[in-house]
């Protein structure tokens, strides 16, 4: 039973090109979470999906930023013409029901993305 | 003000010593995380609280619901303890996050 799996570990991009982060939740896992950890910083909500669903995407920038959560694969995170301010870890975690205290989140190992 | 205070920032340990860090909330929570993150790494969950107390190994939660304030301790400390340590709170469909305390435990 794997856990949360994201890819690629780490991404190197120059500025002003697109990154793609994928994150393909526990299995049973319909909902899906990304956080964002900037250097030296503590770990800040991104946005919220459900299959086909975005539910909360209070936390992504206004521009650049998109997520998607299809029917089939996994969640991928998109930022268009990245810039260096975009360089963080980026985490998923999924969960099989939100906001129920009685389920945990899991975690993936997080992709470091260094914008050059 | 911050809506999740962790302290403290950092801490450093002898082997073997008792270490307590503590969160405290302003938000209105279902439940809490703590989480532990190696340097480089990823994020573990080690309890998540709701009420009362856990214990897992070394490692013991609480959570005090009325005065917003949960606490972390490692018994018998160990250098593969060194990491951050993250307290989390769910408030409606997310994870607000403290800003995490640095443990190192020397031999």
């Known amino acids: 039973n794997a856990g949360v799996m994201q890819n690629p570990r780490h991404l190197v991009r120059r500025r002003g090109q697109e990154a793609r982060l994928r994150c393909s939740p526990m299995k049973g896992h319909s909902h899906v979470y990304w956080y964002r950890q900037l250097p030296e910083e503590g770990l800040k909500f991104m946005v919220y999906?459900?299959?086909?669903?975005?539910?909360?995407e209070s936390g992504m920038p206004k521009e650049r930023f998109s997520a998607e959560f299809p029917k089939e694969g996994p969640s991928i995170l998109r930022i268009q013409q990245v810039v260096r301010g975009d360089s963080a870890a980026y985490f998923c975690?999924?969960?099989?029901?939100?906001?129920?205290?009685?389920?945990?989140?899991?975690f993936g190992s997080g992709t470091r993305l260094t914008v050059v | 003000k911050n809506e999740v205070e962790q302290s403290p920032q950092n801490l450093t340990a002898q082997e073997g010593e008792f270490i307590t860090i503590n969160c405290s909330y302003s938000?209105?929570?279902?439940?809490l995380h703590w989480l532990q993150q190696h340097p480089g790494g990823g994020i573990v969950s080690l309890f998540m609280?709701?009420?009362g107390k856990k214990k897992h190994g070394r490692l013991i939660a609480t959570i005090n619901i009325q005065e917003k304030h949960s606490s972390l301790h490692i018994t018998a400390s160990h250098p593969r303890d060194s990491a951050v340590y993250i307290c989390a709170v769910v408030d409606t469909d997310k994870l607000i996050f403290g800003t995490g305390t640095r443990l190192q435990v020397f031999p």
């Open positions: 609280l709701s009420s």
């Open positions: 999906l459900q299959k086909e669903n975005i539910i909360d």
């Open positions: 938000v209105g929570i279902s439940a």
């Open positions: 975690a999924s969960s099989p029901l939100h906001g129920q205290s009685n389920y945990g989140y899991t």
